[in-house]
């Protein structure tokens, strides 16, 4: 393995080896919590745009499978880890991670200080960081300043390149309901599980029209997840000003925060984001605590919400930071957090059919 850098806007840097593809690649640098569904992560596109650091010190003990991804490709920028498995043990695999990134020309880094890194990222915030390879390592001011000019996240609507292109429709094995899907980066698991709840689903691109969602005659409207600042994501949240009152509208992660700006809140950055599958969020109707899987850098501010009829339903146990609403006026259910886990906790799939409750309410 040749030798790298993982170098961060503010000059902090570690060595380690360079795994998957041999190149460089700019990218937020964030962390993971979760112990397992690397695989998930990766394929996760709400983490375009990306370079995720996994807490968990051993990461690809169990290899690569064609089944367990949430979409078809690899969105993040890098992938960042204490120790590489080069051997792995699962019937289901058939291949190596390593192969993994080489062939969807995604670079790692392996032998890193994750735990400085780590502890680094929650003192001074998350920020544009670069795996280097040796190679092309032509000093750590040098990059320090690609870094710092190379695109942010914030301001950005990066939803667009994670959506789909074209409508496209999903049977369900529900009794009732017609479901459309607002796609900012989709999850195959929140498809499943919703096709589980409902007759029948209609993904559509994140800039379809009022109209022409209306014209298929849903019974409910679902935002999903997806990357980036949710206040870029223009076209979208006029979608949901568009449908208010007009249906039940629900929405998770992206969804739930485009949601919340379409009601008159508005939304901020967090300090490190939330990212991993050991997230305590409370139901403050049943006093339910749920550990939940979490992937979003943005959130909604609370007393942004104050005037719209919005009521709190969830809250972050870690900061208190808003995880649920629910308006009666507006006919509107979200979460922060992804219920349909992928990787993380099954504690929250109840939401599924919460969500389906709302359509006869």
Not at 88 to 104: D, G, I, K, V
Not at 110 to 136: C, F, K, N, Y
Request: hydrophobic share 35%; glycine share 10%.
């Amino acid at each position: 393995m040749e030798s790298g850098f993982l170098i961060l806007e503010d000059g902090f840097y570690l060595t380690g080896r360079i795994f998957g593809a041999v190149r460089s690649s700019i990218g937020e640098v964030v962390f993971n919590t979760s112990m397992t569904g690397y695989q998930e992560i990766l394929t996760d596109p709400s983490y375009y745009g990306q370079i995720v650091t996994m807490t968990y010190p051993l990461i690809g003990n169990y290899g690569v499978n064609p089944e367990d991804v949430e979409s078809d490709r690899i969105w993040l920028s890098g992938f960042v880890v204490k120790e590489l498995s080069q051997m792995y043990s699962n019937w289901r695999a058939t291949q190596s991670l390593e192969e993994y990134l080489r062939q969807n020309d995604i670079v790692g880094i392996t032998g890193v200080d994750t735990r400085a890194l780590t502890r680094h990222i929650r003192l001074q915030g998350a920020m544009q960081g670069a795996i280097v390879p040796e190679s092309e390592m032509d000093g750590i001011e040098a990059w320090v300043k690609r870094i710092k000019d190379s695109p942010h996240l914030e301001g950005r609507n990066i939803a667009r390149d994670t959506s789909t292109d074209e409508p496209y429709d999903l049977k369900g094995s529900g009794e009732r309901f017609r479901v459309a899907v607002v796609d900012c980066g989709v999850k195959k698991s929140i498809l499943k599980y919703l096709c589980e709840e409902v007759r029948q689903v209609r993904v559509f691109p994140w800039d379809a029209s009022a109209k022409e969602i209306l014209a298929w005659g849903p019974d409910a409207v679902l935002f999903s997840n997806g990357p980036g600042d949710p206040s870029a994501v223009e076209e979208t949240i006029a979608l949901a000003r568009d449908l208010l009152g007009k249906l039940p509208l629900w929405g998770i992660c992206l969804g739930h925060q485009i949601l919340g700006i379409a009601m008159g809140g508005r939304t901020y950055k967090l300090k490190f984001g939330h990212h991993g599958g050991n997230h305590p969020v409370k139901d403050l109707a049943t006093g339910r605590i749920d550990i939940t899987a979490q992937n979003h850098n943005f959130c909604v501010d609370v007393d942004s919400l104050a005037s719209a009829q919005v009521q709190i339903t969830h809250k972050n146990l870690y900061d208190g930071t808003l995880e649920g609403i629910f308006s009666k006026k507006y006919r509107v259910m979200s979460v922060q957090f992804h219920p349909e886990a992928g990787p993380g906790p099954f504690d929250a799939r109840y939401i599924f059919t919460r969500f389906k409750e709302t359509i006869d309410a």
